[in-house]
């Protein structure tokens, strides 16, 4: 994908990699909570949203704008790492200002609660790679990073020529599958995270340390990701730069226009947020 596409991929890729913190957050539709617990948590995401709306969505919307700008000429691999780290800079902010909060809701939950959301929290992590594992069984997981690449691009573009299709096609075959390693890593955290929480309910144990740990693993879920994941990723984004840079390079001006329009577009909506 181009530069700017990047910095929407990065987005989708710092999330996704913290799913499973973000729903130990947003935990209404995964565990039974008491009527005092759910007003905590509805406090809680009313002030976190207020924060984000006031203090965030300005810097997002400027962040954009000059997304925009630099959508007019082709990146090079600096472009896009930059980009990639302001996202994550984003996304970093968003963790340290919510996750005080979200440690203090989850250690409120009763033993019974911390089985019912454990046993969700897993099933929702193999709902959301059902999809990379029916291709992988399929033989059809190169395809299918392919076919997601060529969405991306022409959301943002409006248009996918047939010689961004075949460069599309060719390099997404050097990407290596990390489905497996994710799912083993998601479940490090889980066992690291309802561990930390567990252990409350040992004799003994200081509430303030505990919390201290569950802290630490929604602030730095990684902490908690195999080796073999972590390599696998840092290779794909070397191979993601390579794409990125192929295709930025074979944007037509139209497709620049499109771009263009699209990132102030969004510009636009997400400052009118702020003074709703």
Known sequence: MLAVTLG???????????????????????????????????????GTLQWHRSSELALYAKFLRELAGTAAHPGNASTYKGIEAQVEQFGGRLVQQAAPEAARLLMSLSPDQLTEFES????????????????????????????????????????????QQLLIATESKQFDSTT????????????????????????????????????????TPESQWTRAYQTKAAQNREQSLVVLGAIDASLTPEQRSHLQRELNQLAQQLEAMTQS
């Open 8 to 46: 929407v991929s990065a987005c989708t890729n710092f999330f996704y990699n913290r799913l499973d913190t973000l729903a130990a957050w947003y935990i209404q539709d995964l565990v039974s909570l008491d009527d005092t617990q759910r007003s905590d948590l509805r406090s809680w995401l009313e």
């Open 120 to 163: 969700n929290l897993t099933e929702k992590s193999r709902e959301r790679n059902e999809k990379d594992l029916k291709a992988l069984a399929d033989g059809k997981w190169h395809e299918k990073r392919a076919k997601d690449i060529e969405k991306q691009l022409k959301r943002w573009t409006g248009s996918i020529t047939k010689q």
């Open 180 to 219: 497996a390693d994710w799912l083993e890593s998601q479940a490090r955290w889980r066992k690291a995270m309802f561990g930390a929480l567990k252990e409350r309910f040992t004799a003994g144990q200081s509430p303030t340390a505990v919390e201290e740990r569950i802290l630490a693993l929604l602030r």
